[in-house]
């Protein structure tokens, strides 16, 4: 009764307080006809109210994610909330394409949505795009079929030579999602190689790696190459920031699949670790063999290190 008192009021204050509320009243009452009943009047108050209760109500929707669902009528939910997208503020529809995306989860092959993203993927307001990039990003990894048809134009804006280098580093990490089938993964790591080798600078490096790293972890059997890759920038790199991300991009498949770890990438890791002059890297490199240590890839590593003695050797005893 509270709530409703507050979100009829007509003062801004006291329905955002009654807005915010709301996360604590679905961790009290988890039930879906009340979390229903919520999300319809939050939709409401996203639909007809201003840029800050829609940013309210879009906190509380990415608090709320467990329990999105719950929400029986999803299409009322989601038309109510997708009626803004059609404002003539940017901002609004900055809101509403972050809106989108925090629901993913629920309406993974919603076309209406998949095209508004692209759409605003063209958009020549900066804030509408980074909005669209997030909105891709949580439904490429939610849907094969948006993932597959966003891939190209992802690509095309990566590669453009009019696109800010700040925007491809928020359009990079998107790839990571590409994995659904192998042509598409495949081509993701073909674009990945090529900006590795054609874009040398520290932040493209370091993100364009660690989206590598994760869209292998994905398909796994592309671990092996990303190992090597990533061992090669530890070993062959000068710079600090990037050695800290292979080494932490190098925990992260070691705890993924250490059964992948051949015994020349534990060797290499050793032979790093005792040359690199950065104690804090030399730590970092300790927790990765520490991650593998009582794994088959150290099993491995000291059973091949190990010399067996000759076949015709008679024992002592």
């Keep these: 009764m509270e ?5 009829r009021s007509g003062k801004l204050g006291e329905q955002c307080e009654a807005v915010v509320l709301f996360p604590k009243l679905f961790q009290k009452y988890p039930f879906p006809i009340l979390i ?3 999300f319809l009047k ?3 108050i996203f639909r007809l109210g201003n840029n800050f209760l829609r940013l309210c109500v879009l906190k509380v929707t990415q608090q709320s994610e467990k329990h999105l669902e719950k929400i029986l009528n999803v299409d009322e939910f989601v038309k109510r909330v997708f009626s803004v997208i059609h404002s003539n503020d940017p901002v609004a529809r900055a809101i509403t394409l972050r809106m989108l995306g925090s629901l ?3 309406i993974p092959e919603r076309k209406n949505a998949h095209h508004s993203i692209r759409q605003s993927l063209d958009s020549h307001d900066n804030v509408e795009v980074e ?3 997030f909105a891709a990003a949580s439904f490429s990894a939610q849907s094969k079929d948006f993932a597959a048809g966003i891939c190209n134009k992802v690509s095309e804006m990566i590669q453009g ?5 700040d925007l491809k580093l928020k359009l990079i990490p998107m790839l990571q999602h590409m994995h659904h089938d192998a042509n598409l993964a495949s081509s993701s790591r073909e674009l990945l190689q090529h900006l590795v080798s054609s874009y040398p600078s520290t932040p493209m490096v370091i993100v364009s790696l660690h989206t590598f790293t994760q869209l292998a972890a994905s398909s796994l059997i592309d671990i092996p190459k990303q190992l090597q890759l990533l061992l090669q920038y530890l070993r062959d790199d000068p710079r600090k920031a990037v050695k800290m991300l292979t080494i932490n991009d190098l925990k992260l498949l070691a705890k993924k699949a250490p059964h992948l770890w051949i015994r020349e990438n534990t060797q290499t890791l050793c032979e790093c670790a005792l040359a690199i ?3 804090s890297l030399k730590l970092g490199m300790l ?3 520490s991650t593998l240590s009582g794994t088959i890839a150290i099993k491995q590593y000291f059973r091949l290190s190990v010399t067996p003695p000759p076949e015709n050797s008679k024992s002592f005893w």
Excluded: E, Q
């Design 3 to 7: 709530l409703d008192k507050g979100l």
């Design 161 to 165: 030579l009019d696109t800010p280098v």
């Design 42 to 44: 939050l939709a409401d």
């Design 287 to 289: 927790a990765v063999l």
């Design 104 to 106: 993913a989860s629920i």
């Design 36 to 38: 229903n009943s919520a």
């Design 277 to 279: 002059p950065y104690n």
């Design 131 to 133: 909005a669209a990039i």
